[in-house]
C-alpha cells in the first residue's frame, strides 16, 4: 500500500478541477496545468477532495499510485501559491542580470552567458548575486534552476560558483606547503 496514495488530495477554496479520461485540468489563481496520467489509477473527485487509487493490483500501477498524487498535489500547490527556488551566485566577478525575457550571466568565462527564460517562469536578480525563479509548474521551476546552476556548479575548495540558498557546500582543505 502506498502511504502517500492513500491520502486524498484536499482542493482549497478558488482551485477548480476537471477530471475527464485520466486527464487533469487544474484552474486557480495563479493559472491552470494540465496533464494527462495512466489509465492504471483511477482518479476521482468527492467534494473538496481527489481520490487516487490502482485499477489492478500490479506493480507498475502500485508504483504510479502515489507518483500521481503527488504530481497532482504538486499541480493543486502550484495554481494556489506557487514554487520559487533560490540560487545564490558566489564568486570575485560573478554576476547575475534580467533584461527582456533574458538572463545574463557573468561566471568567470571569456563570454557571457545568456539564457532565454521560459514565458511561464518568472526569473528576478533582486542583488546581483541573487537569482529568484518562481512558476506555477513545479518541474518547470526546478529544472530552470538546475539549468541555470549546472552553468557554474559550486567547487568545495573556494565555494565560488552558483548554488541553491539552502544548499550548503562542504568545504576541502587547499594543499599544504
Not at 29 to 46: A, T
Not at 76 to 87: C, H, P
Request: charge should be positive; hydrophobic fraction near 35%.
Amino acid at each position: 500500500m502506498s502511504r502517500v496514495g492513500k491520502q486524498p488530495v484536499t482542493l482549497p477554496q478558488g482551485v477548480d478541477i476537471d477530471i475527464l479520461n485520466n486527464t487533469i485540468l487544474v484552474k486557480g489563481k495563479k493559472g491552470e496545468l494540465k496533464s494527462s496520467f495512466p489509465v492504471s489509477v483511477k482518479i476521482v473527485k468527492e467534494d473538496d477532495k481527489v481520490v487516487i487509487s490502482p485499477i489492478n493490483n500490479t506493480k507498475s500501477a502500485k508504483g504510479a499510485w502515489g507518483l500521481i498524487r503527488t504530481i497532482i498535489n504538486n499541480m493543486v500547490v502550484g495554481v494556489e501559491n506557487g514554487f520559487t527556488k533560490s540560487l545564490v551566485v558566489n564568486g570575485v566577478g560573478y554576476r547575475a542580470a534580467v533584461d527582456d525575457g533574458i538572463l545574463t550571466l557573468q561566471l568567470g568565462y571569456s563570454h557571457d552567458i545568456k539564457l532565454a527564460i521560459p514565458n511561464d517562469l518568472e526569473v528576478k536578480c533582486t542583488k546581483p548575486t541573487e537569482i529568484s525563479i518562481s512558476g506555477i509548474d513545479k518541474q518547470k521551476v526546478g529544472q530552470f534552476a538546475s539549468e541555470v546552476r549546472a552553468l557554474r556548479k559550486p567547487e568545495p575548495y573556494k565555494g565560488k560558483g552558483i548554488r541553491y540558498s539552502d544548499e550548503v557546500i562542504r568545504r576541502k582543505e587547499g594543499k599544504k606547503k
